[in-house]
């Protein structure tokens, strides 16, 4: 089933539910407007599916598109870490 067909089916299912589920809307043929509001906005980067492509959790069709310029982008992977618990062990020499 493509994505389109999924979103709006789980619209659907979603209904009623507005504060349990917050459901994002795509932007569609805005991408590259898109993308530079986010590198305007010093943001990570953006995510891009086929609105057409079939569902199949073997093989993942998705892109992400990397803010190149992002200033957070060193020692956040451990800022993730950190904020489950999870501490990276220091390397010894």
């Given at each position: 089933m493509p994505l389109r067909d999924r979103k709006a089916r789980l619209a659907q299912i979603a209904k009623g539910v507005e504060g349990w589920i917050a459901l994002t809307n795509g932007v569609v043929g805005e991408?590259?407007?898109l993308y530079r509001a986010v590198v305007d906005a010093d943001?990570?980067?953006i995510v891009a599916k086929k609105l057409?492509?079939?569902?199949?959790?073997?093989?993942?069709r998705w892109h992400k598109i990397l803010n190149r310029d992002y200033s957070q982008r060193q020692?956040?992977?451990?800022w993730f870490l950190e904020r489950r618990?999870?501490?990276a062990r220091k390397q010894t020499v």
């Open positions: 991408g590259r407007a943001l990570e980067g057409t492509g079939p569902y199949n959790p073997k093989l993942t020692g956040r992977a451990e618990g999870c501490y």
